[in-house]
């Protein structure tokens, strides 16, 4: 089990009035794809801390410490994600209808048992740690080139999710969480994300007028295809019996990244390829 303190940090990204929400110039499919995973944050991140708030007064001392810092971590993401994804949905017409449907999705997963809803939280977390690691691995090819402010958002958010990977499984496991709901909640939270990724990315692209470019489906194919291999063996290793969070290695480099965090303005540090090590 994990023992470090979950510090929550109290960010602020303000983008400014004319910010683009083509972030990246030299990758705009990336910046489609980042845009559209963000966009199920506001409604995937609450439920899965108010699973595990809810799961506080069953754990011992010392992981309802750590389960409060995870809630407060998550609590900050998607607060930040909202302001963000405010933009996205002033920019892009049918972004819309993507943003309602996903929070109809939540809503509807959000009526199944806290048992349930909290293996939801345990695989949902397997993935978004999974992610954190396959973008460690790129980050020069996949941010060289974007705006520092967006790229610091979705990397501080990996970071934390590399902080606090162990979280939601110890309080799933230590409530007595059955391997099948496990199991089942991961790959619906692999379809939610997978629904979000594709339509978000569709409606941006078109409304960029790149919906026909073959190079950006090319882009977006290969980043899914790496992804998914990423993924799915870490969501497989998670479901065996004895399997901890903590036996998979964390990217060095977020903890690197993230002792710069100057607390006292609520700054996060800004990307840069030729300091990011």
Same mark, same amino acid.
């Given at each position: 089990?994990?023992?470090?303190?979950?510090?929550?940090?109290?960010? @602020?990204?303000?983008?400014?009035? *004319?910010? =683009?929400?083509?972030?990246?110039?030299? +990758?705009?499919?990336?910046? !489609?794809?980042?845009?559209?995973?963000?966009?199920?944050?506001?409604?995937?991140?609450?439920?899965?801390?108010?699973?595990?708030?809810?799961?506080?007064?069953?754990?011992?001392?010392?992981?309802?410490?750590?389960? @409060?810092?995870?809630?407060?971590?998550?609590?900050?993401?998607?607060?930040?994600?909202?302001?963000?994804?405010? $933009?996205?949905? =002033?920019?892009? &017409?049918?972004? %819309?209808?993507?943003? &309602?449907?996903?929070?109809?999705? !939540?809503? #509807? $997963? @959000?009526?199944?048992?806290?048992? /349930?809803?909290?293996?939801?939280? !345990?695989? /949902?977390?397997?993935?978004?740690?999974?992610?954190?690691?396959?973008?460690? &691995? &790129?980050?020069?090819?996949?941010?060289?080139?974007? *705006?520092?402010?967006?790229?610091?958002?979705?990397?501080?958010?990996?970071?934390?999710?590399?902080?606090?990977?162990?979280?939601?499984?110890?309080?799933?496991?230590?409530?007595?969480?059955?391997?099948?709901?496990?199991?089942?909640?991961?790959?619906?939270?692999?379809?939610?994300?997978?629904?979000?990724?594709? +339509?978000?990315?569709?409606?941006? #692209?078109?409304?960029?007028?790149?919906?026909?470019?073959?190079?950006?489906?090319?882009?977006?194919?290969?980043?899914?295809? %790496?992804?998914? /291999?990423?993924? +799915?063996?870490?969501?497989?290793?998670?479901?065996?019996?004895?399997?901890?969070?903590?036996?998979?290695?964390?990217?060095?480099?977020?903890?690197?990244?993230?002792?710069? /965090? @100057?607390?006292?303005?609520?700054?996060?540090?800004?990307?840069?390829?030729?300091?990011?090590?």
């Amino acid at each position: 089990m994990g023992t470090a303190e979950l510090r929550p940090r109290r960010v @602020d990204f303000d983008f400014p009035v *004319d910010f =683009d929400p083509r972030w990246h110039p030299r +990758l705009p499919e990336f910046a !489609c794809g980042a845009n559209a995973v963000s966009l199920l944050m506001p409604h995937a991140e609450p439920l899965v801390a108010r699973a595990v708030r809810d799961a506080l007064d069953q754990v011992d001392d010392a992981l309802a410490e750590r389960a @409060d810092g995870y809630v407060r971590q998550e609590t900050q993401h998607h607060r930040q994600h909202r302001r963000f994804n405010r $933009i996205l949905l =002033d920019e892009y &017409r049918g972004l %819309g209808t993507v943003d &309602r449907l996903l929070g109809r999705w !939540c809503a #509807l $997963i @959000d009526r199944r048992s806290p048992s /349930f809803v909290l293996a939801f939280a !345990c695989g /949902f977390e397997t993935i978004a740690y999974s992610s954190a690691r396959w973008t460690a &691995r &790129r980050r020069h090819d996949l941010l060289t080139g974007a *705006d520092p402010a967006a790229a610091g958002l979705f990397l501080w958010h990996l970071a934390e999710e590399v902080e606090h990977k162990s979280v939601a499984h110890d309080v799933w496991s230590a409530t007595g969480g059955r391997r099948w709901r496990l199991v089942l909640a991961t790959v619906i939270a692999m379809l939610l994300l997978a629904t979000a990724a594709v +339509l978000g990315s569709l409606v941006m #692209l078109a409304r960029d007028r790149r919906i026909l470019h073959p190079l950006a489906h090319w882009r977006l194919f290969t980043w899914t295809l %790496g992804l998914t /291999f990423s993924v +799915l063996p870490d969501a497989v290793i998670s479901w065996l019996p004895g399997h901890h969070p903590d036996s998979l290695v964390d990217p060095v480099w977020y903890a690197v990244w993230l002792a710069e /965090f @100057d607390e006292g303005d609520g700054a996060v540090p800004l990307w840069k390829a030729s300091l990011a090590g």
